[in-house]
Each structure stands twice: as structure tokens, then as C-alpha cells.
Antibody, heavy 120, light 107 residues
């Protein structure tokens, strides 16, 4: 059974940092591209970042570029999001999501989400 | 960036109703269009990918159509568990943008 389990969320002051983790199981992790998607309270979904299976290709939303860093450790079946210089507008539930193998890059499995609150 | 516009933003419907949600892209995205369902406090769930392909395990009352810039999600007969929010997403170009969502409420 495919499982994605996020951790690392919490409350942080503006300008602070957090590192999110996503533990994957039930599939061959290094074969799949992965993403972070966030959802601010009461708002819609926003794609944040993408990483290829090998980690060689990475993309970011403009809203987080230069502040967030996505990475993965295929030996540990884990995905990460290092978030620096956090702002109030980064407050959201952060989900990790797997790209399906269809070639259409839909997200077929999602974690349960971890809440990040940025507030003074 | 490709903008995705869903309509309506919300609607009220009854069990058994046929429901259609539309999604329009700001440019042609071929069939790189996906639909997700999200219930309160839960992660989104993939329903339809590639505009019209039903994700494994999703009931056949869900269907998708369209190509280019105009797409629809149809639920042929609403079940109680279908009351949720629905999002379209384009996967044609990065950033992978979502529509603003459509909330389906019980009438």
C-alpha cells in the first residue's frame, strides 16, 4: 500500500525556518517524481515545488523561489522541504504528492498534510 | 503562468442530481488536465487525469471531457459522499496551476 506521511510542521515566527519531511512507503520511491503542494486556511491548492526521481530536476513556484529548497534521499525513501525566511503568507497545510506514471503528471497519492503556521 | 478558471465557485445540489463543473485554461493545454476531489480536513484525491481518464478505484459516475482550453467534470448522479470541493489542475506547463475550486453543497 502506497503511503506518504509528512512531518515537521509547527509554529514559527516570521523570518524563521522549518524543515518538512515526507516518508514514503509501498512503492519504489526513486522511480517517482514528487511534489509539495500547499493550502492556506480556507483557500485553494497551490503547487510549491517539484523534484525528479533522481533529484536532478527541480522547480519552484515564484512565491517560494530563493527561500525554499526541495530535496530527496532515495536511500531513506524520503522527501524534504527546507523552508527559510518564512512569511505569514506561507501559513498553510503542506502536502507531499506523488506524480503518477501516466506521463500526464497528475498527483495520484497524497500525504495527510502537515500544518505550518507563521505568526509573531 | 497558465490561469485556470472554474465555474461555478459553489453550487447547491441534491442527491441524484446530474452535476457539471467547468474549467477553462488561459491557453491551450491539450488534454493535460486533472480533476481532484477534496473533503474538509482531508488530502485531495485524484479523480480524472488526462482530461477524461478515470483514476483506478474512482466510481464510474465521475467523467471528464474536453481538450484545448475548455474542460468539464460531470457527476452523473450525486451520491451523499460526493459533497466536497473539486479542483482542476493543468499539468501542461510548470507551474502546475490549480483552479480556485468548486464547493458542492447539499441543497
Amino acid at each position: 500500500e502506497v503511503q506518504l506521511v509528512e512531518s515537521g510542521g509547527g509554529s514559527v515566527q516570521p523570518g524563521g525556518s522549518l524543515r518538512l519531511s515526507c516518508a514514503a512507503s509501498g512503492f519504489t520511491f526513486n522511480n517517482f517524481e514528487m511534489n509539495w503542494v500547499r493550502q492556506a486556511p480556507g483557500k485553494g491548492l497551490e503547487w510549491v515545488s517539484y523534484i525528479s526521481g533522481s533529484g536532478s530536476t527541480i522547480n519552484y513556484a515564484d512565491s517560494v523561489k530563493g527561500r525554499f529548497t526541495i530535496s530527496r534521499d532515495n536511500a531513506k525513501n524520503s522527501l524534504y522541504l527546507q523552508m527559510n525566511s518564512l512569511r505569514a503568507e506561507d501559513t498553510a497545510v503542506y502536502y507531499c504528492a506523488r506524480d503518477q506514471e501516466s506521463g500526464y503528471d497528475a498527483y495520484d497519492y497524497w500525504g495527510q498534510g502537515t500544518l505550518v503556521t507563521v505568526s509573531s | 503562468d497558465i490561469q485556470m478558471t472554474q465555474s461555478p465557485s459553489s453550487l447547491s445540489a441534491s442527491v441524484g442530481d446530474r452535476l457539471t463543473i467547468t474549467c477553462r485554461a488561459s491557453q491551450s493545454i491539450s488534454t493535460f488536465l486533472n480533476w481532484y476531489q477534496q473533503k474538509p480536513g482531508k488530502a485531495p484525491k485524484l479523480l480524472i487525469y488526462a482530461a477524461s481518464s478515470l483514476q483506478s478505484g474512482v466510481p464510474s459516475r465521475f467523467s471528464g471531457s474536453g481538450s484545448g482550453a475548455d474542460f468539464t467534470l460531470t457527476i452523473s448522479s450525486l451520491h451523499p459522499e460526493d459533497f466536497a470541493s473539486y479542483y482542476c489542475q493543468q499539468s501542461y506547463r510548470t507551474p502546475r496551476t490549480f483552479g480556485q475550486g468548486t464547493m458542492v453543497e447539499i441543497k
